[in-house]
């Protein structure tokens, strides 16, 4: 036909009369379908398990078509899960995905970036006093040579926390058409968080139980002598919380928490992070020893010292920490009495 091949229609056409060709079937499983959501949107005992394919499929199965499929020498055939999905999208609902649609990002706030800067500065300045690592996997520690006797090397340490979720929430639901989505809780169940220090020299930060008896002896009001009373005591400074407003829940970590976390790190890094003793060449140059920052501009002040050329002998010393946070709330937190 008009030069063309015509595709011939033979065995297209429906073999069967479908299912929702009944009005009272098409009615029964879209008022099912309703309810259903509805259930599912409910709060407390009555809430019911988010509608799926699997769960139509199995009501129209069971319940809807049974008696038409259980006839004697019936042909109709109980409905796959595809044909369940297609009934879904003929009957007026869709699969839809919750979206979150603002985002706001601060890190380029003039306030930030200005303490971005700040820091920066320091930590440039600090370079000559801190450890670093050296190797192809970063295995060999490199001490920093430019001290004077007495001087500790700085060892930074970060600290962070993680919040872990059970992920019991649907992110898809099903939607009649021409109805809105439901409220979608914030919650993503029952929640994990963990407070953790991590020592670039040691990893996560801690001692061996020699270490917290020894430093036990020498400080006998420290925590770590407290804490050494309890034969469980694990010589790290890990918090795990299980926050929630339920009987047995514990608080948000907050500010106060990670106080005491802090406390408990600080005298662990005093216990476990030293400095061998080592000899180290001397080198004629000049080095800063104190820092200033000028806060309205990037400019830092110093003083400096001379070494003089030749070999120094640096004794087994205590390392300094230097603690990095990243703990948003707990920046503008306040003393417990203070006014607002």
Known sequence: QGGQIVLSNRGRHAKTESYLSDENIREAAREWLSERIAASRKKGQEKRPPLTIELFQKWCNDSLLANIISQPNSEREPISSSTAWAWMQQLGFKYCEHRKTIYVDGHERSDVTSYRRECCVILKVMREVLVTFGGADCERVVWPSALHPGERP??????????????????????????????????????????????????????????????AVAHPTSLIAEKMKDPKFECDCRVLLEPGAGAGKDAYFDAQQLMSQFKLARELFDASHFAPARDVPMVSESR????????????????????????????????????????????????ADARN
Request: hydrophobic share 35%; glycine share 10%; charged share 25%.
């Open 288 to 335: 800063p020893v104190a820092v200033a920052v000028v806060a309205e501009r990037d400019t830092v002040r110093v003083d400096f010292s001379m070494h003089r050329a030749g070999v120094k002998h640096l004794p087994k010393v205590g390392c300094t920490g230097l603690f990095l946070f990243d703990h948003s709330s707990g920046h503008g937190a306040k003393a």
């Open 154 to 215: 700085v060892v930074a340490v970060s600290q962070d926390e993680s919040a872990f979720h059970a992920n019991d929430d649907c992110s898809h639901e099903w939607v009649e058409e021409g109805k809105g989505m439901s409220l979608k809780s914030k919650s993503r169940g029952s929640l994990l968080m963990v407070s953790e220090f991590l020592s670039e020299l040691h990893g996560r930060l801690g001692a061996t139980r020699g270490e917290c008896q020894e430093y």
